[in-house]
């Protein structure tokens, strides 16, 4: 039902936007990661169906800095032309946000600017700390503001009150506090440019109509998906950690489904999160599909002849996942580069990483459980008569002890049916996979459990 609802939010826009469209999309409320998420949308949905424009509307007080830092950098990387409709405020990193886009509009009652850094709870930064979050920010800004045709002055003093800005021989703010503008102040014009904003303009409508916008309007709203994929997407390691450790629970302990059932749970939320957050499409999902459908071919059918169906399977699956995490734009080269593979990458080896020594503990520490003893006596193999429901005395009739040679029947993983002699016995393993049809030897014997290996070649 998600799913359905999901595809339905996104296949909506898709479908109302046109080409030559101009896309209108709110920017409200706190800059957040879910923010970044949803303009992200935005901005792929409005380049890949052809928009002529994008207009943000913005009315927010500010909110995180690394956030803004992500949202400057995917508008910095827009192809179609940006606009900022500030209706209202453009504080904090709103004002850092608009400096991204390539013209700017403002309410006639509006402001934008101070942008100083300061903690969570509204204290100044250490001196130190503030020292370097201005210098950073202060070249961003700066690099921001001049690409997108501004006065990287006037965005430095947002943001730092010990900056100046001077035109000519006037001094349109002096230094010892952030600067704020008015729409009336960001629009004076000096030497036939405005200060800053392009005009004032009262609505959407009054934008367009001043800046030449042809375009139909279409308004692109967030969907209720947005936060739930921030959350997902942020988990994205541990999902990872649960689905592999999930998988290898399923293999290692027969009989018991809760393990399969968690991992196909974990596994389908990561690809369903970044389906959300705008990241993947379902091709990732077959290519996933397909991956795990050569490994389990392997173990079936080839456990002791080749591997390459196994290790294609495994390529496969890591190959969906990496794709999965990737942040591409409409636009880009196919194959990632820098910084669009860093996160991925560091995501997905940590996931890696804490699933082997998840395998290695579970592996040396699981056999010895009781839940695990209890599982391995439970057989869901090919039916047919064994020694595991006769009477005792008619089991140890074989006399089976450590050295006994048979064959298996049946997968051993761990357990399963093997022929010693003229009978059929339940076996199991010490944790590996046994394949049918392979030589095993009789490591040990516990009343009616029976420990075997396979033979050596």
Not at 4 to 15: D, S, T
Not at 106 to 132: F, H, N, Q, Y
Not at 166 to 193: C, M, Y
Not at 358 to 376: D, E, K, M
Request: charged residues 15%; aromatic residues 8%.
């Amino acid at each position: 039902m998600i799913c359905c609802l999901a595809q339905a939010g996104i296949a909506q826009a898709l479908e109302v936007v046109h080409k030559g469209d101009v896309v209108v999309v709110p920017l409200h409320g706190e800059i957040s990661p879910s923010l970044l998420m949803f303009l992200r949308r935005a901005e792929k949905v409005a380049e890949s169906n052809g928009a002529s424009a994008i207009i943000f509307e913005m009315n927010t007080y500010g909110g995180r800095l690394d956030a803004a830092e992500e949202i400057t950098s995917a508008l910095n990387h827009a192809t179609v032309p940006t606009y900022t409709f500030i209706n209202s405020n453009a504080g904090s990193a709103g004002s850092l946000i608009a400096l991204a886009t390539q013209h700017i509009y403002m309410a006639p009652v509006s402001a934008i600017g101070a942008a100083a850094p300061v903690l969570p709870t509204g204290e100044d930064l250490p001196l130190t700390e503030r020292e370097k979050t201005i210098s950073y920010w202060a070249a961003l800004i700066r690099s921001s503001a001049i690409k997108n045709g501004h006065n990287p002055d006037v965005g430095e003093a947002f943001m730092n009150k010990d900056k100046e800005v001077k035109i000519g021989d006037r001094v349109i703010h002096p230094k010892g506090t952030v600067l704020t503008l008015s729409a009336q102040e960001a629009t004076e014009k000096f030497n036939g440019k405005p200060l800053l904003a392009d005009g004032i303009a009262e609505s959407i409508v009054d934008l367009m109509q001043k800046a030449g916008l042809k375009g139909h309007s279409v308004s692109l709203d967030p969907t209720g998906f947005e936060q739930l994929a921030f959350w997902i997407t942020a988990l994205a390691p541990l999902l990872l950690l649960g689905g592999i450790i999930g998988a290898y629970l399923e293999f290692k302990i027969p009989g018991a489904s809760l393990p399969g059932i968690i991992s196909a749970i974990c596994f389908a939320l990561f690809f369903l999160g970044h389906y959300f957050a705008g990241l993947a499409g379902w091709e990732v999902v077959g290519l996933f599909v397909l991956g795990m459908a050569l490994v389990i071919i392997e173990i079936l059918f080839f456990a002791h002849s080749t591997i390459v169906f196994g290790v294609v399977g495994v390529f496969l699956m890591l190959a969906s996942l990496l794709w999965a995490m990737i942040d591409r734009y409409p636009g880009e080269t196919f194959f990632p580069t820098g910084r669009m593979l860093a996160m991925p990458l560091l995501n997905l080896f940590l996931a890696i990483a804490a699933a082997a020594i998840g395998i290695v503990l579970l592996a040396r520490y699981l056999p010895r459980t009781s839940i695990y003893r209890r599982f391995a006596l439970i057989t869901s193999n090919p039916s047919g008569p064994s020694l595991a429901g006769a009477p005792r005395e008619f089991a140890t009739a074989l006399a089976l002890s450590p050295g006994m040679q048979g064959v298996s029947l049946s997968i051993l993983r761990p357990s399963g049916k093997a022929r010693f002699a003229d009978h059929i016995v339940d076996v199991v393993t010490q944790g590996e996979f046994v394949g049918p049809n392979t030589a095993i030897t009789v490591v040990q014997t516990d009343g009616m459990r029976v420990v075997v290996k396979a033979s050596a070649s």
